[in-house]
């Protein structure tokens, strides 16, 4: 376990493999936990019952969701690449599912501390002329964590793909309900798919407490380019929030949930040749008003 600590900030990062060895999520630079001023936590589990979910823990990324790389070309029993995760294992001829637990031949992570920053770096190339090389790197400035990537096509073939990270987010392990509230300026239109979610203007939250999933597809305006930031989570009784600034610009958003765990969504999409390059940026801000008294 790696951690990176300033005057208002603890992170808490795992080791590739240390704490997630599953199919989904990308091994490196997995925040386990974000205390803000000793007093305020933010990560919580995917899910809380045990052998359930997909292993997600905090600030939990994927590439791929729905465009794996190079999956429908390969065999049943032949390997295909999956970003930050390594070589995955086809097991049957459908359709792929993030869901399935794929055999995993791991990635080779070189990792780097200095001072307030980690970084990590991989590289994979399938047998197929699928390549990419992943340099992410974890920061903390103040208040502001900031998560940076730099990926590479490094194959014989050009591909599409995207990313999003999960946020599996529970403020001090409080219980989704009315005192969450998650601010999206840019939000254009609001499909609620399963639960309930309350929507008041740019404002969302949650009247009753969840009884299962919930989720829904948020459309952004990108016309509002004057706004800095996608989405503040914010639970009014620890007065205590989240902030996720994204330096590119939004493919997706989608909402996601339960009773322990707030999980907002935005995608970016990857569009490259061979030995292209793209990189893009996500930054937290976590903060807490103080107590008007």
């Not at 920061?139 to 050009?158: E, P, Q, V």
């Not at 939000?187 to 969840?210: A, E, F, S």
């Not at 800095?228 to 600034?245: I, M, N, P, S």
Request: hydrophobic content about 35%; some cysteine.
């Amino acid at each position: 376990m790696y951690v990176l600590e300033n005057n208002r900030l603890k992170v808490e990062v795992a080791a590739p493999g240390e704490v997630y060895r599953g199919p989904r999520f990308d091994w490196t630079g997995f925040v386990t936990q974000v205390t803000l001023d000793k007093r305020v936590t933010y990560c919580v589990p995917e899910r809380l019952e045990s052998e359930a979910g997909t292993g997600g823990i905090g600030l939990s990324n994927e590439f791929g969701i729905d465009t794996p790389l190079g999956y429908d070309e390969v065999e049943v029993g032949e390997q295909f690449p999956k970003i930050g995760v390594g070589l995955l294992t086809k097991k049957e001829d459908s359709a792929y599912d993030f869901f399935y637990k794929y055999d995993v031949t791991p990635i080779d992570v070189k990792v780097n501390k200095t001072g307030q920053t980690l970084t990590f770096d991989s590289a994979t190339e399938s047998l197929h002329g699928y390549g990419y090389r992943l340099l992410k790197k974890i920061a903390l400035d103040h208040n502001k964590l900031t998560i940076s990537y730099t990926l590479k096509n490094i194959g014989t073939l050009a591909f599409k793909t995207n990313e999003y990270s999960h946020n599996f987010i529970g403020i001090n392990n409080q219980i989704v309900n009315e005192n969450y509230q998650l601010t999206l300026p840019n939000m254009r239109h609001l499909d609620v798919t399963v639960g309930t979610i309350k929507k008041t203007n740019q404002q969302l939250t949650w009247p009753v407490r969840p009884k299962g999933d919930f989720y829904a597809h948020i459309d952004l305006d990108q016309s509002l380019t004057s706004e800095k930031y996608h989405w503040d989570l914010y639970h009014q009784t620890v007065r205590a929030g989240v902030r996720e600034l994204n330096a590119f610009e939004p493919a997706k958003m989608a909402l996601w949930g339960r009773a322990h765990v707030v999980s907002p969504e935005v995608f970016v999409n990857i569009d490259l040749a061979p030995g292209e390059t793209q990189m893009w940026e996500r930054c937290y801000q976590f903060y807490q008003k103080e107590s008007s008294r």
